[in-house]
């Protein structure tokens, strides 16, 4: 009875235990979510309010139109590249350095953004800075559509390739198909031929298997 009363006590302790595991991993999972959708509700936010930003005149527009062509081009590059590397595990070094470019882009983007959050209402301070801010954008832009590029070529060679290789091998097959000789058909002697063999050439008697002469 004790032993039952024991074993009774284990499970239910290991029921509980798997209960609260299973609790705290559907709470960290929810407040994964959360946290991800907060994320995704703040780009959007901040992406209307560049976009915004980005239709107005003066410096302050010039900066936002700068801060979004960057974001997009080296958001197409990685797109395009982790795209393209579960198919073609060459592309992984291209999507490391546009790794790295991400990250050159990022600082840019933040710099930009306290230019203008710092001197919105100094307008020529701005138009100062804005070369030496809009060089680097372009040459980061620059880089991006390079390796796009030549991830885009690479796949259309690639394609062509495959192309190319499945072409000569239909070409094979369909002369494998056509290729075949004609049915062997077995000798049948035309009649004239039949009548002489029932004929003996020697005497003019029936040939065997014939009938009698009369």
Do not use: Y
Not at 29 to 55: D, P, S, W, Y
């Amino acid at each position: 009875m004790e032993w039952a009363l024991v074993v009774l006590l284990v499970f239910l302790a290991m029921t509980v235990a798997g209960v609260v595991v299973a609790v705290r991993r559907v709470v960290r999972e929810v407040g994964r979510r959360a946290g991800q959708a907060q994320q995704e509700l703040r780009r959007r936010a901040e992406r209307a309010a560049l976009t915004a930003r980005a239709n107005q005149p003066g410096p302050v527009g010039e900066v936002a139109r700068i801060r979004k062509d960057l974001r997009a081009s080296v958001a197409n590059t990685r797109s395009l590249l982790l795209a393209g590397v579960a198919q073609d595990d060459s592309l992984r070094e291209a999507l490391a350095l546009c790794e790295q470019l991400a990250g050159h882009a990022e600082r840019l983007d933040g710099e930009l953004h306290a230019l203008v959050a710092d001197g919105e209402r100094n307008r020529a301070w701005i138009s100062a800075r804005l070369p030496e801010l809009r060089g680097r954008a372009e040459r980061i832009r620059a880089s991006a559509e390079s390796l796009r590029e030549a991830a885009r070529e690479r796949a259309r060679h690639d394609e062509g390739g495959d192309l190319d290789s499945l072409q000569e091998r239909i070409a094979l097959e369909t002369k494998a198909l056509r290729h075949w000789s004609p049915a062997e058909r077995p000798d049948v002697p035309a009649p004239g031929d039949a009548r002489q063999r029932r004929i003996d050439p020697a005497g003019g008697g029936p040939a065997a298997g014939g009938e009698p002469v009369s």
